[in-house]
């Protein structure tokens, strides 16, 4: 008579429980599918176990499904356009590249072309290495379009975290940790929907982090040379970083030292490694001379020394001073530094930037997982166990000496985060409560409610309701995917493409203009059919006009809202 009485109105109001009728039939589904969960949980653990020991398949599947999963999105959200500085770099560098080059020779007006993160002298250069820039120059010689080497290097992301899991963990939770990989650094991750990388320094973790056990358990040469793989692709993406990488070496194997008999058998395979690692160090030392003139100083280091960072940025043609830092990275700068000034001590300043960092690593993983944590901590009694601990720390404090601070600073070590992770669920999954297996169902819960937030939120955006889409994207954690056009910049370049011809847009900040930077050009600035350049008043302007005869001239002026784009004879004949 009570479920009588429950049932008696569909209308919330009236019902006891407050439930309308699509409340009930979501209750019904609900029951549904967790009767079926626990009818079909013992085969599909089976499944589960056979399709984890196929290697192969897993890997495709994995490398695929991210991938799969972004492409789905793109009616709604089409293909990520580069948005901030840092993409603009990356995309000149990959650029450079395709046009068989390591840089590209001084412009004689350089001085129109300063923006940030690239040098004018003495080449015309981005400041960053090129491992980021050959996947993407990979993924645009072979696909069109540079976002498909991005994409491909979370997909190789994602199938490499299984790969490496394999090394420290059983078949299945090596899946696992492959599957969390893909809801966490997949279609909606910041790697995913950027051009400033993340991925391709991740993926020399995992073949380093990967090689280590199966070199200390087989000792094969194929191993070490992935190892040396490793290393060498993390020197090309991230050369500060892969200092620490490097050290992690000798850290893992300090207990075999002990033994000459396995020291000698480690030093056989210092020559494959060594040999695997040369074509990156070959490289990084090509890049440095041709960019910088020098085989050791790193265009970084030359842009730093030009400009300076974080204190100001200048140019020739604006001297008033910028930060070279977008609005986003200047307030996490300010909010990482710590530089205040009642504080004096180093150590005081180190331990606040740390402290200020910690929302940083949520970035990782799924705050479910945060837990799984808790038990992962027992497990660092043993050594190799302690040896993930102490290496993300290692990342960690070490990239804290840097005065600002992302996630893909530490990528190298997102593997063994997720492996930190893997290994705290898979010790949950043996606590037994009065002989009941608790831990293996808060296991599965924990899973469950990872795969419920990836579902709602990937969901949420592959739905056409725009309404609620704004309504609760404010609240997505590390929400990167691209929403609309904010600074009206890929309205501007569609109105340029649909011009005739090759087109000069000159670009005039307002007085308080500071981070936006709008002026980006490729590799051939002068064979570009857009040239962006900074507005330096009239009479220097008619350099670039006599030297471009051909192109139509316009102004454009980013700080108004939206944008205006002006033909440049109408501004001058004012």
């Known amino acids: 008579m009570y479920i009588l009485h429950l049932l008696r109105s569909f209308v919330p109001s009236a019902n006891p429980m407050g439930f309308g009728a699509a409340d009930f039939v979501e209750l019904a589904i609900a029951a549904l599918l967790i009767g079926a969960a626990v009818a079909a949980r013992s085969q599909f653990a089976a499944t589960l176990e056979k399709l984890s020991r196929k290697t192969g398949w897993c890997m495709l599947i994995l ?29 000149l560098a990959a650029d450079t590249l395709r046009h068989l080059r390591l840089a590209n020779p001084p412009h004689p007006f350089s001085a129109f072309f300063e923006t940030f993160f690239v040098i004018q002298q003495p080449t015309y250069s981005s400041i960053f290495p090129l491992g980021q820039a050959i996947v993407i120059a990979a993924g645009w010689t072979i696909f069109g379009h540079p976002w498909a080497g991005v994409a491909i290097s979370v997909g190789a992301l994602c199938a490499l975290t299984y790969w490496m899991l394999l090394g420290w963990t059983t078949a299945r939770w090596a899946l696992v940790g492959g599957v969390l ?7 909606l991750s910041q790697w995913m929907n950027s051009y400033w990388g993340g991925a391709v320094s991740a993926c020399a973790g995992c073949l380093v982090f990967g090689s280590l056990p199966r070199i200390r358990e087989r000792g094969a040469v194929r191993d070490a040379a992935l190892l040396g793989l490793g290393l060498g692709m993390q020197l090309a993406t991230r050369p500060f970083e892969s200092l620490f990488l490097a050290a992690a070496v000798p850290l893992f194997f300090l207990p075999d030292l002990r033994s000459r008999e396995k020291f ?11 040999l695997a690692l040369s074509p990156a160090m070959l490289l990084t030392l090509l890049h440095n ?26 140019t020739q043609a604006n001297p008033t001073p910028h930060r070279e830092l977008t609005a986003e990275q200047e307030l996490d700068y300010r909010a990482q530094s710590a530089v205040h000034g009642e504080e004096t001590d180093t ?26 944590l808790l038990f992962f901590v027992p497990l660092a009694r043993e050594y190799r166990h302690f040896f993930a601990l102490a290496v993300a720390v290692l990342f960690s404090a070490g990239t804290n000496f840097y005065p600002y601070f992302y996630p893909h600073y530490i990528a190298a070590a997102a593997c063994l985060i997720l492996l930190m992770a893997v290994a705290g669920l898979r010790r949950l999954s043996q606590v037994r409560i009065r002989g009941f297996h608790s831990g293996a169902d808060a296991a599965r819960l924990l899973l469950a409610l990872c795969g419920a937030n990836f579902l709602f ?38 109105r340029l493409s649909s011009e005739p011809g090759p087109q000069l847009v000159f670009v005039r900040y307002a007085p308080r203009h500071t981070f ?16 962006w350049a900074r507005d330096q008043g009239p009479s220097e302007n008619q350099k670039l006009l006599r030297l471009y005869p051909q192109r139509k001239a316009w102004l454009i002026e980013p700080d108004q809202r939206p944008p205006a784009l002006t033909p440049y004879a109408d501004v001058v004949s004012r």
Not at 290 to 303: C, D, I, K, R
Not at 478 to 494: C, E, K, S, T, V
């Open 264 to 274: 000698r058998r480690l030093a056989k395979l210092a020559l494959p490694a060594a």
């Open 181 to 187: 990989a893909v809801l966490q650094f997949g279609p």
């Open 63 to 91: 490398a695929l499904l991210p991938i799969a999963l972004r492409l789905a999105l793109v009616p709604r959200f089409p293909i990520p356009e580069p948005a901030v500085s840092d993409d603009f770099s990356y995309i």
């Open 347 to 372: 150590w005081a300043r180190f331990w606040t930037r740390w402290a200020g960092r910690l929302r940083f690593y949520r970035f990782f993983l799924p705050a479910p997982l945060y837990l799984a």
């Open 289 to 314: 001379h041709a960019v910088t003139g020098s085989w050791t100083t790193l265009p970084y280091e030359t842009s730093r020394y030009q400009y300076g960072v974080p204190t100001t940025f200048t």
């Open 457 to 494: 939120w990937y969901g949420l955006h592959f739905s056409r309701d725009e309404g609620l889409l704004n309504a609760m994207t404010p609240y997505e954690t590390w929400d990167a995917i691209n929403h609309g056009d904010p600074q009206g910049r890929i309205a501007i370049a569609r």
């Open 516 to 531: 936006d930077e709008w002026v980006h050009n490729g590799a051939d600035i002068d064979g570009s059919r857009v040239v």
